[in-house]
């Protein structure tokens, strides 16, 4: 049997995603933002907050973690993905916007 029409989502997922932006625009964190690390910061930074589930519908209200959490979490990921990249140290993509071909070897 299939359950259709079960629609949710993390709630933790749009503020991490903000934050992320937020962060990565601000600071210079010389991190890469290739589509695997972005990915990873957001996975370990939503590992590290606690589950916040909501209906798809009641997306856009107030749910998830306290921002200070999320901003702890999204701090500690970025970091550990700058020190810690699954991929060589020399494939990082620049941060320049809209030149995701520009790889530096
Ligand atoms: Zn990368």
């Not at 210079?28 to 589509?35: F, G, H, R, T, Y």
């Not at 060589?88 to 520009?102: F, K, M, Q, T």
Request: aromatic share 6%.
């Amino acid at each position: 049997m299939a359950i259709k029409n079960c629609s949710v989502v993390n709630a933790n997922y749009e503020r991490v995603i903000t934050v992320m932006e937020k962060f990565l625009h601000e600071r210079d964190q010389n991190v890469c933002c290739c589509p695997r690390c972005m990915s990873d910061i957001a996975a370990i930074a939503l590992n590290y907050l606690p589950p916040h589930y909501v209906a798809d519908s009641e997306r856009g209200k107030e749910f998830g973690s306290p921002w200070v959490m999320v901003e702890t979490a999204v701090s500690e990921a970025i970091d550990r993905v700058k020190d810690n990249p699954n991929h060589p140290h020399s494939v990082i993509v620049a941060r320049e916007r809209g030149s995701a071909d520009n790889i530096v070897s």
